[in-house]
Structures are given as C-alpha cells and as structure tokens.
C-alpha cells in the first residue's frame, strides 16, 4: 500500500503537500519526508461536470482535505456524495488517462465504519 508522503522544513517547521523543491514559506531547501497519515478531513470540496480529459468519474469531486497535523491536500474524491467534515483516507490508484496511459495518484475515499 502506498503511503501519502508530505514534506517538512527542517528550519521553520512549515509542512506542506505536494513536494516543492524549496520551503514556500523560507525557502529553505532541508526538507524531510513526514507521514500524513492514514485519515484526514474534508474541508471542502466542488463538483465537477466538465471534468479534465480522461477522467471517468463524472460528476468529479475535488476536495481539499486536512491531516492531523495540519497539512492540506488538494485530491478527487472517490464518492457520488461526500460531506464536509467527513473522514476520509488517501488511496492510489488511477486518475485519468491520457493519450492511453493511465496517470495514478492519490484520491480520497470515505473512511467506512463499522456499523455497531
Ligand atoms: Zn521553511
């Protein structure tokens, strides 16, 4: 199973997701894999009917999520109906296709819970 990795700036501590080559805030370049984590919350999210080339789900839901420790993601969710709040956990696999090559990433799919 692949794990989300985020990034943390080793000289002002700022965390951040996708990878950047420096720090956005100091622009340092000693930065560190962090775990996120398997579960974050939905922030918000958009529905998307005129979706990117290639991609299947239609309507789309793109989200922003955050982890525990703070981190923001930008990522489809794999839901018809999502709620914001709601937990969800980053899982890879295929995003959209383009020119015949499926492009995988991470999506983000609601947590189930078991029912007691
Ligand atoms: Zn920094």
Redesign the pocket.
């Known amino acids: 199973m692949q794990k989300m990795t985020g990034f943390k700036?080793e000289?002002?501590?700022?965390m951040f997701y996708p990878k950047h080559a420096r720090?956005p805030?100091?622009?340092?370049l000693e930065l560190k894999e962090i775990d996120l984590g398997n579960e974050c919350t939905l922030m918000t999210y958009t529905k998307l009917f005129a979706v990117p080339e290639g991609v299947e789900q239609i309507p789309l839901l793109l989200g922003i999520v955050e982890f525990k420790n703070g981190v923001r993601a930008l990522g489809q969710i794999v839901a018809e109906e999502v709620e914001i709040g709601a937990t969800l956990q980053p899982v890879w696999g295929p995003l959209r296709k383009v020119h015949g090559k499926t492009v995988s990433g991470f999506k983000f799919e609601p947590v189930k819970r078991k029912l007691s």
């Open positions: 700036c000289k002002c501590g700022k720090c805030r100091c622009g340092s």
